[in-house]
């Protein structure tokens, strides 16, 4: 019998996701060359082709919102504030889109429980509140309670969230992947048939399978904690020449941003956990919920092996 | 192996390159090289960095206190320290070959930072000693980081001034080099390719 996974559709299918889980599964922030202490991340990889297309236009966006909170300063009219709002969403928007800003988290996550296409929105809404607050929590701790040369500070502070964040995604993922071990949903395939063995795992898959909010905050405060130096390089900008409203306009926006992209890049996830486990057999009863077995074990692995490889490699 | 196990299995291990501290502008630089001759030599290569005007603001709010607009020299001396030596650790984004072969960065010296139509401005100067025979002489200058936490602006010859005092001919191009061709989607950076001929 041919191999329905050996059609060519179906192998262009599986490039197209395992190109979008690319862009979803990424690192960490890299430090900052000129303003950190030390030497690259040791966990290095350059950045795929594509980021490199979108360099000219990250240049113009990154420029304009400089220029923006002069032009605030200058004269305060609507207008520089509307334009700062929506260059800062595009800014998240496709800063998101590189390393960092919690998509490996939340794809990885996504593929080891049983997860809705809404949770994929709480998580981008949650991520994006979690980034704002900590953004500027921080760069206001910096500026008006440790005073030092901003930019120097920020590394270091950005350098000790990263790795308390890494470590409890570490944390996270090790108990998930236990439960994962462990097996706490069980599949009754063949007694009941397809349909009924479908809702009835279901029914079962509470508890350990399924989303939670307390655990999807966690998730996302993990991820979000860490933040955009670009972010918070705005905040500091608009800071220094007195506009403070703008800093908190730029900065929202950003992680309204970066949430729009940490959702679409969680239902990617969502998705090709739907489509590789029904091209994997559904309606075999057991070849299903092996097939789900191996991804929900493989997600949890690689969020426990991502968090505990990067908590070390900050040492 | 059972079919049902291939699907995720290949899935999930296509992805495990896609994994690590992959790199992510959030500063832009835009490069011009000038390259300087005495006699038949090759003296200096001379580079000047105009940044991005959001890490420009961050920078000079840290370092122009009472926003004059220039920097005096303590404060170009601070600026060094908290900005600019760490790159030390990036071999100052700078790689040069001569013939093809990599040769090592020489010392930076002449540093200082400066600001430009309110752009922050990075120019420094690498002592060279490169003698140029009439049989020609051809040298490579790569600009990149490769962690592209800083992305250069594509480069253009206009970029590259060259002070030969009409004793030299020279040829300049821009070509784009593979760094790291082991990694998947790898970024292709400009090189600047001097060819040189002592007349």
Request: one cysteine or more; proline letters at 4%.
């Amino acid at each position: 019998m041919r191999n329905p996974l050996m059609s060519l559709s179906r192998r262009a299918l599986i490039a197209l996701v395992v190109a979008a889980l690319r862009v979803g599964l990424a690192g960490a922030e890299s430090p900052n060359p000129f303003t950190s202490s030390g030497g690259p991340a040791r966990v290095v990889a350059p950045a795929a082709g594509g980021i490199a297309v979108l360099a000219p236009f990250l240049h113009s966006l990154t420029d304009r919102l400089a220029e923006l909170a002069r032009e605030i300063r200058e004269a305060r009219t609507p207008g520089p504030m509307l334009a700062l709002a929506l260059a800062s969403l595009l800014y998240g928007i496709f800063h998101a889109l590189g390393p960092g800003h919690g998509k490996t988290i939340i794809s990885t996550y996504f593929l080891a429980k049983a997860a809705k296409l809404r949770h994929s929105l709480m998580a981008g809404y949650l991520i994006a509140l979690v980034h704002a607050v900590s953004a500027l929590t921080i760069v206001l701790a910096l500026f008006f309670i440790v005073r030092g040369v901003f930019s120097t500070g920020f590394e270091s502070a950005s350098r000790i969230v990263q790795t308390l964040s890494f470590g409890v995604i570490a944390l996270i993922g090790a108990t998930m992947l236990a439960q994962r071990i462990r097996g706490k949903e069980h599949s009754h395939g063949h007694r009941f048939g397809f349909r009924k063995a479908y809702e009835h795992e279901h029914e079962h898959e509470g508890g350990s399978g399924e989303v939670t909010g307390k655990e999807l905050f966690g998730i996302a405060l993990a991820s979000g904690i860490v933040p955009c130096p670009g972010a918070s390089a705005i905040i500091l900008v608009c800071l220094s020449l007195n506009v403070m409203l703008a800093g908190v306009v730029a900065v929202t926006l950003i992680s309204l941003g970066m949430g729009v992209t940490v959702s679409v890049i969680g239902a990617v996830a969502i998705l090709v956990k739907r489509g590789v486990l029904k091209a994997s057999g559904s309606g075999r009863g057991g070849s299903s919920s092996l097939a789900r077995r191996i991804v929900e074990i493989a997600g949890s692995a690689v969020l426990f092996v991502f968090g505990l490889v990067f908590f070390v490699a900050q040492f | 192996m059972r079919r049902a196990a291939r699907a995720p299995l290949a899935v999930l291990v296509a992805l495990v390159p896609a994994l690590g501290a992959h790199a992510h502008p959030h500063v832009f630089i835009s490069s011009r090289v000038e390259l300087d001759f005495e006699e038949s030599s090759l003296a200096r290569i001379s580079v000047d960095w105009t940044f991005d005007e959001l890490f420009s603001q961050m920078i000079i709010a840290d370092y122009d206190r009472g926003k004059k607009g220039s920097f005096t020299d303590a404060e170009a001396a601070g600026l060094k320290k908290g900005a600019f030596d760490n790159l030390s650790n990036y071999h100052y984004f700078l790689a040069l070959s001569v013939g093809g072969k990599a040769i090592a960065l020489p010392p930076i010296r002449d540093f200082k930072p400066s600001i430009r139509d309110g752009k922050l401005v990075y120019s420094f100067s690498l002592p060279m000693a490169l003698a140029v025979t009439p049989a020609g002489r051809e040298l490579r200058i790569t600009i990149y980081d490769d962690t592209y936490y800083v992305a250069f602006d594509k480069m253009s010859p206009a970029d590259v001034a060259i002070a030969s005092g009409g004793l030299i001919e020279t040829d300049v191009s821009i070509e784009k080099t593979k760094v790291k061709a082991e990694w998947p989607g790898q970024f292709m950076p400009d090189q600047i390719v001097l060819k040189m001929r002592r007349k």
